[in-house]
Antibody, heavy 124, light 108 residues
Framework: QVQLLESGPGRVQPSQTLSLTCTVS??????????WTWIRQPAGKGLEFIGS???????HYNPSLKSRVTILLDTSKNQFSLQLNSVTAADTAVYFCARFVDYYDLDEYYFDFWGQGTLVTVSS | IVLTQSPGTLSLSPGERATLSCRASQSLDSSYLAWYQQKAGQAPRLLIYGASMRATGIPDRFSGSGSGTDFTLTISRLESEDFAVYYC??????????FGQGTKLEIK
């Protein structure tokens, strides 16, 4: 069974950098047709795609966040991470990490495993 | 591609049929359309992928249909555990991905 677990500070000061890590067990972040993805959800609102990193290391970001986001793989620890620069109160949200299946040969595309989510509050 | 879900809130009673809509701003290969259920304080759970394929362990009262720009999630007979928020999501051949704004299914 694949499991994902988010970790990182629960509070970040405005203008600073939000840093989160997703630790994966039951699968390798460096193999298979998967996009390891960060998604966020402000309180009472919908889901927003932040960005993804493929098992090869190639990245794709939400155009509205692209200038502030970096997603990296750490294959030695079987983790991937999120850095979001210059945060404001609008970045306060529950942050989820998730695995996106990209089975091109089977024509199957979906998020199959999610972390429990971690609340990050931007406040001084 | 922008996904628009309707209605925003749907009030029904257990045993009734629920029909949730997801409209795409441009035509979408149905392979790339999925539906998720989210309960309060939990991560979303995959229900349907490829517009109509039920995920493993999902009861057959859940069904998906549609093509092009119009997609539908139907719950044939609502049970108490089905009251939650539902999201459609599109992927395309590569990220970025997008979600609809959600439909809240509440008990009438």
């Amino acid at each position: 069974q694949v499991q994902l677990l988010e970790s990182g500070p629960g509070r970040v000061q405005p203008s600073q950098t939000l840093s989160l890590t997703c630790t994966v067990s039951g699968a390798s972040v460096s193999s298979g047709n998967y996009y390891w993805t960060w998604i966020r959800q402000p309180a009472g609102k919908g889901l927003e795609f932040i960005g993804s990193i493929f098992t090869s290391g190639s990245t794709h970001y939400n155009p509205s966040l692209k200038s502030r986001v970096t997603i990296l793989l750490d294959t030695s620890k079987n983790q991937f991470s999120l850095q979001l620069n210059s945060v404001t109160a609008a970045d306060t949200a529950v942050y989820f990490c998730a695995r996106f299946v990209d089975y091109y040969d089977l024509d199957e595309y979906y998020f199959d495993f999610w972390g429990q989510g971690t609340l990050v509050t931007v406040s001084s | 591609i922008v996904l628009t879900q309707s209605p925003g809130t749907l009030s029904l009673s257990p045993g009734e049929r629920a029909t949730l809509s997801c409209r795409a701003s441009q035509s979408l290969d149905s392979s790339y359309l999925a539906w998720y259920q989210q309960k309060a304080g939990q991560a979303p759970r995959l229900l349907i992928y490829g517009a109509s394929m039920r995920a493993t362990g999902i009861p057959d009262r859940f069904s998906g249909s549609g093509s092009g720009t119009d997609f539908t999630l139907t719950i044939s007979r609502l049970e108490s555990e089905d009251f939650a928020v539902y999201y459609c999501q599109q992927s395309g051949r590569a990220p970025p991905y997008s979600f609809g704004q959600g439909t809240k299914l509440e008990i009438k």
